[in-house]
Each structure stands twice: as structure tokens, then as C-alpha cells.
């Protein structure tokens, strides 16, 4: 089985920055790709960055260029550094992670709270 424990969410005004860690633990032999995802009350999940094969990476459009994933592959750790962050970035962040232990599959943090106030 496998783990991702979140963390690094909070209360931050706009404009500043919060860093997310997720640490993936377990009988894992690889990792294809990590990821970030919120949800805000009423609103479903939604992608916010991935990365894939600790490289390439990708961005919903309304954090590209406030939001960085990168990940530690030696850790199994992936990081969400999100700067300029504004009121409408309030939601809880999920990771994501899809891993090879005997066979690949989807795994989920329990979910971060992050609260941007205005």
C-alpha cells in the first residue's frame, strides 16, 4: 500500500506564498507522475499542476506562472510552490500520485487546506 501524506496548507493573505510538500511512502518501485489538485465548497476537483517522470510538467491556466511543481524523485516527494496567491486560490489541495508497486495505480493525500483572505 501506498501513502501520501500532505502538507505545508494554511491561512496566508493575498499576495503571499504557501509551499506544499506530499511524501509518497510504501512498498512503492516507481513513480510516473505527481500532481496537485483542489476543490473549493461547490465546486469539483479540479487539476491545478502535474509532473511526469520528474520532468515534464503542466499547469491550469489560472496558476501558470504563480504556481512551480518540482519533486524530489530520491524522496518521492513532490512540491507546490504558489506565490501571488489570491482570495480565489482558497480550496483544499490534493495529491496525486500514480505509482508502480506490483501493478500502477492512482493514489490520494488526504487533502490540505489552503485559505488565501483578502
Known amino acids: 500500500q501506498v501513502q501520501l501524506v500532505e502538507s505545508g496548507g494554511g491561512l496566508v493573505q493575498a499576495g503571499g506564498s504557501l509551499r506544499l510538500s506530499c511524501a509518497a511512502s510504501?512498498?512503492?518501485?516507481?513513480?510516473?507522475?505527481m500532481g496537485w489538485y483542489r476543490q473549493a465548497p461547490g465546486n469539483q476537483r479540479e487539476l491545478v499542476a502535474v509532473?511526469?517522470?520528474?520532468?515534464?510538467?503542466n499547469y491550469a491556466d489560472s496558476v501558470k506562472g504563480r504556481f512551480t511543481i518540482s519533486t524530489d524523485n530520491a524522496k518521492n516527494t513532490a512540491y507546490l510552490q504558489m506565490n501571488s496567491l489570491k482570495p480565489e486560490d482558497t480550496a483544499v489541495y490534493y495529491c496525486?500520485?500514480?505509482?508502480?508497486?506490483?501493478?500502477?495505480?492512482?493514489?490520494w493525500g488526504q487533502g490540505t487546506q489552503v485559505t488565501v483572505s483578502s
Open positions: 509532473i511526469t517522470n520528474g520532468a515534464d510538467t
Open positions: 496525486n500520485a500514480f505509482v508502480r508497486t506490483v501493478f500502477w495505480n492512482d493514489y
Open positions: 510504501g512498498s512503492i518501485f516507481s513513480v510516473r507522475r
